[in-house]
Each structure stands twice: as structure tokens, then as C-alpha cells.
């Protein structure tokens, strides 16, 4: 079936540091791709998102690439801030949304 | 955004009692509906999805007899937990989306059930 395999976090990096957070997935169709983020005491927010390979989704300065070639959609983001410290989940949706296991981010002032 | 709406935010029952959860989108019509269960250390699980006005469609693992989710409605699904047991306790997590596929969903704020 289905899946999404994310890096385990936590992931602690300095204010203004580039961040990484690979994501590949595993699918039969050619599902949308999503990545939600996780801000404390909060429910989950759609961050970006893309609908078909080689698409681009963007929001706040996270930036991620459909690649179907490599089946990934890596999150990044050239410099990262204190408030940018959540969880953050990449997910792909067809008939259902499937999650990966989260990656938690700790960002240092 | 659109907004959904999930209640309670916390709920503390009994062993043996039932327990219904209520996910609402409020300006939206959601085709599809989501229920997820969001363990320690992050992970969510997808425990259901549900299209209004069909029977719901269980994840492997999952009993359906005793979690009953009902999708009543275009803005309405109700998650009921029966005869609840102390490992029942989580966090549960609705969410909708107004097509029924390949379209992002949009989360409630999820319920934290706690049995005793």
C-alpha cells in the first residue's frame, strides 16, 4: 500500500540556519503531496502543497519539489527562525491522506 | 481557510462507556471525511475514511465495531468509541476535504479522550 517514510527528527539547528527535511513516498497512482506543520498546542495546518511531478509547492519560505523520479518531496527552507519550531508532517493524498511519522524541528536563538 | 471544527477538545469517561466525537466543517461541504489517531511521539494513524452517506472505510486493525463512525451529513461525522478501555485513551484527530480526492484536507483541533 501506500506510505511515506520521513527523517526522524528531532532536528535542532540555529536561527538562520538552512533547513532539510526529506520525505520519500511509496504509491501505485500519482497521488498530490502534501506537508503539514504542527505548532505546539495546536492541530495540524496544511503548510504546501503540489499536485503533479515537477510542481513546486511554497508557503512562509518552505519550499518543496514533486520528484517523481526520485519518488521524494524534500522541504526546505534557506533560513529558518525560532517560530518556524513545530512538528512537520509530509503526507500524499489520493483517495486517502497517508502521514509520515512527523519530524520534530527545534530551532535555537 | 476552511474551518473545521472538532468536539470536545477533551474527554474523560469511564471504562465500559461510550464516547462520541463530532467533527463539523463549518464553511465548507466535506465529501470526505478523515479520522486519525495520533499516538506518543507524533505519528498519526488513519483508523477510517468516510463518505457522506456510505459506510465508512476501516484501516486494517481497526475494529470497526468499536470505533462507529457515522458521516451523516456534508458537514457532519461522529466517531463513537464504545465500550472504551483504559488503552483506548489518545488522541483523536478528525479532518475533511470537499473532494474525495487528491485534494488537501483541513484538521480539527482533536480530541484528547482519557478512560479510567
Known amino acids: 500500500g501506500d506510505s511515506v517514510t520521513q527523517m526522524e527528527g528531532p532536528v535542532t539547528l540555529s536561527e538562520e540556519a538552512f533547513l532539510t527535511i526529506n520525505c520519500t513516498y511509496t504509491?501505485?497512482?500519482?497521488?498530490?503531496l502534501f506537508w503539514y506543520v504542527q505548532y505546539p498546542g495546536e492541530g495540524l495546518q496544511l503548510l504546501l502543497k503540489?499536485?503533479?511531478?515537477?510542481d513546486k509547492g511554497s508557503n512562509k519560505g518552505f519550499e518543496a519539489t514533486y520528484r517523481k523520479e526520485t519518488t521524494s518531496f524534500h522541504l526546505e527552507k534557506g533560513s529558518v527562525q525560532v517560530s518556524d519550531s513545530a512538528v512537520y508532517f509530509c503526507?500524499?493524498?489520493?483517495?486517502?491522506?497517508?502521514f509520515g511519522k512527523g519530524t520534530r524541528l527545534h530551532i535555537l536563538p | 481557510g476552511a474551518v473545521v471544527s472538532q468536539h470536545p477538545s477533551w474527554v474523560i469517561c469511564k471504562s465500559g462507556t461510550s464516547v462520541k466525537i463530532e467533527c463539523r466543517s463549518l464553511?465548507?461541504?466535506?465529501?470526505?471525511m478523515f479520522w486519525y489517531r495520533q499516538f506518543p511521539k507524533q505519528s498519526l494513524m488513519l483508523m477510517a475514511t468516510?463518505?457522506?452517506?456510505?459506510?465508512?472505510?476501516?484501516e486494517q486493525g481497526v475494529e470497526k465495531d468499536k470505533f462507529l463512525i457515522n458521516h451523516a451529513s456534508l458537514t457532519l461525522s461522529t466517531l463513537t468509541v464504545t465500550s472504551a478501555h483504559p488503552e483506548d485513551s489518545s488522541f483523536y484527530i478528525c479532518?475533511?476535504?470537499?473532494?474525495?480526492?487528491?485534494?488537501?484536507?483541513?484538521f480539527g483541533q482533536g480530541t484528547r479522550l482519557t478512560v479510567v
Open positions: 504509491a501505485t497512482g500519482y497521488p498530490s
Open positions: 503526507a500524499l493524498g489520493d483517495d486517502k491522506i497517508i
Open positions: 468516510s463518505n457522506e452517506g456510505s459506510k465508512a472505510t476501516y
Open positions: 479532518s475533511a476535504r470537499q473532494e474525495s480526492f487528491n485534494t488537501e484536507a483541513f
Open positions: 503540489a499536485t503533479k511531478a515537477d
Open positions: 464553511d465548507f461541504q466535506a465529501t470526505t
